[in-house]
Nanobody
Framework: QVQLVESGGGLVQAGDSLRLSCAASGRTFTSYTMGWFRQAPGKERDFVAVINRSAGTTRYADSAKGRFTIFRDNAKNTVYLQMNSLKPEDTAVYYC?????????????????WGQGIQVTVSS
């Protein structure tokens, strides 16, 4: 089992950058492929980005390509989401998630463990 805690969210203006962090504790961090999802009010929780446990594979939602970067520091048991050129439509609660596999998944149902979520608000 793994516990996940997100940090780094907040209120920013359009065009700004934010870096989200997700610190993991419990079972060995390198056992998990890590994903970021987000949920806007009244909408479903959508895939944003994923990185496999070996950090050799990443995938992004179309909305994130070219602006967001997912990376992990296995020595710090932390996965990050660097978000640049933020837009108002990026406003959502962002969730970190873990799956016990080296295969990436873009489906939230493929993840077993979730953080509590953190708010990101982008003003225009």
């Amino acid at each position: 089992q793994v516990q996940l805690v997100e940090s780094g969210g907040g209120l920013v203006q359009a065009g700004d950058s934010l870096r989200l962090s997700c610190a993991a504790s419990g079972r060995t961090f390198t056992s998990y492929t890590m994903g970021w999802f987000r949920q806007a009010p009244g909408k479903e929780r959508d895939f944003v980005a994923v990185i496999n446990r070996s950090a050799g594979t990443t995938r992004y939602a179309d909305s994130a390509k070219g602006r967001f970067t997912i990376f992990r520091d296995n020595a710090k048991n932390t996965v990050y989401l660097q978000m640049n050129s933020l837009k108002p439509e990026d406003t959502a609660v962002y969730y970190c998630a873990a799956r016990d596999s080296n295969w990436v998944s873009l489906d939230r149902k493929g993840y077993t463990y979730w953080g509590q979520g953190i708010q990101v608000t982008v003003s225009s």
